[in-house]
């Protein structure tokens, strides 16, 4: 480029330009075969607007050029927030705002890199759709605002949006298979709190209750939860204790003369909490016990202690001894009946009764649990059909109708019964 064009873009000289133009009006021909940074890419670092307008007039196509590192006129203009000369450049053509310099990066992720919310305010309304561009490495400009530590610009991209109805830029991974939550939580934002996450906007709503309400995504859920995200109703219950300084002293020495024993600690830190467990994944854990129960009783039942007899001894009615010349001789029996059912008729009785309890109400908490699932009609069905298996098993193998009688009204009490004593159980005041 020659020199003096190049001082009179530096300095923004428009009527040194003029008079370089007349005396070779070949100059800025020459200035696209000579390189890649021309004068207007000069006049947008130093924000000259006049002497950019008079490159724009005369060579339009300069625009669309990108210098040695990458950047077109209006990455620069956007980055140092010269918001008339990014509007100048945008009226020569929209699509400016789409082309892709250095790490494919578009105008928006210099203005979001840069934090210039005026410039990302008048490129969104030109180009909405510029927000689904990504970067080489995959980056949205959320990725870029959270990485750079341009929270405000953050802020300004989830209120456009939630107007532009794309919020599944939330979901979108980088490179590195990151989401922007993932990232905000590698920053460790929310525990330097620079985020609030419990605010309330203007509905009085929490941001997990607007999550919920909007999007529903499950580990962004998760994710709020873990990091103390309550809702407005929660937030309203929850009270914090502010201590008297008067009673620091004593506090303190009362802590130290009853130390939490390594039990209690334990405890505290593996017991359920409300506030932080996501439901997703208690609803998963109950899951998991309560079809554990299942297959433990199922098999119990089966396999009852003692086993069933493997044979069948069924002697007359005169003749039905324990004992014969001194040699023990088992009750009479049928082959795949109860042994400890025959010998020890109350024993099996609290076994029989605690067994198929523990059964039915787990075979009650899976029904419950997955309300709402995908073939529900075919899952419900499964779990009668176990259900009917399991008592057909049980009164099979009773020896004794004494036994067989209160199961059968065990049976069909807890059936018709238990499901009211839970609402009860559950809702003490109604």
Not at 185 to 200: A, M, P, Q, W, Y
Not at 259 to 264: C, I, L
Not at 333 to 351: D, E, K, L
Request: glycine share 6%; charged share 20%; proline share 5%.
């Amino acid at each position: 480029m020659d020199r003096r064009l190049w001082e009179a873009a530096q300095k923004g000289d428009v009527h040194h330009f003029q008079s370089l133009f007349k005396e070779g009006p070949l100059l800025l021909r020459e200035v696209s075969l000579a390189g890649s940074e021309t004068p207007l890419h000069i006049a947008c670092s130093g924000g000259h607007l006049e002497f950019t307008k008079e490159i724009i007039h005369l060579r339009p196509e300069f625009a669309r050029k990108l210098n040695q590192d990458g950047f077109s006129p209006l990455h620069i203009a956007s980055a140092n927030e010269d918001i008339e000369i990014v509007k100048e450049l945008l009226n020569v053509d929209r699509n400016l705002c789409l082309i892709k310099g250095k790490d494919r990066r578009i105008t928006l992720h210099y203005a979001v890199i840069n934090g210039r919310e005026n410039v990302m305010k008048e490129l969104l309304v030109v180009s909405p759709d510029s927000t689904d561009e990504v970067t080489a490495r995959g980056e949205t400009c959320l990725h870029l605002a959270v990485k750079n530590h341009q929270f405000e610009a953050f802020k300004f991209l989830l209120d456009n949006l939630k107007d532009l109805n794309k919020y599944g830029l939330l979901n979108k991974k980088d490179i590195q298979g990151n989401t922007v939550v993932d990232m905000l939580l590698d920053e460790n934002v929310v525990c330097k709190g620079t985020i609030e996450v419990n605010s309330l906007n203007k509905k009085g709503l929490t941001p997990l209750e607007v999550l919920l309400e909007e999007c529903g995504d499950r580990d962004i859920e998760e994710i709020l939860r873990a990091s103390g995200a309550l809702s407005a109703e929660n937030l309203q219950v929850l009270v914090v204790p502010v201590q008297d300084p008067s009673n620091e002293q004593s506090s303190s020495e009362q802590t130290r003369d009853h130390p939490r024993s390594n039990v209690k600690k334990l405890h505290d830190f593996l017991k359920y909490n409300k506030t932080k467990d996501c439901p997703g994944k208690v609803r998963d854990t109950i899951l998991v016990i309560a079809i554990l129960i299942v297959t433990a009783t199922y098999q119990a039942g089966f396999n009852p202690p003692g086993g069933v007899w493997q044979d069948t001894y069924w002697p007359d009615h005169n003749n039905n001894n324990t004992s014969h010349d001194g040699i023990a001789v088992p009750l009479r029996h049928i082959a795949g009946q109860s042994v400890m059912a025959t010998n020890n008729p109350i024993s099996y009785g609290m076994f029989l009764v605690l067994n198929s309890l523990g059964f039915f109400m787990s075979i009650h908490a899976i029904c419950f649990l997955t309300i709402g699932f995908p073939l529900q009609i075919e899952l419900q069905a499964s779990l009668i059909a176990l259900a009917v298996t399991y008592n057909t098993v049980m009164v099979s193998i009773i020896p004794y109708w004494e036994l067989i009688f209160p199961y059968s009204i065990l049976v069909i009490v807890f059936f018709a019964l238990f499901p009211v004593i839970v609402v009860k159980l559950r809702n003490p005041s109604k």
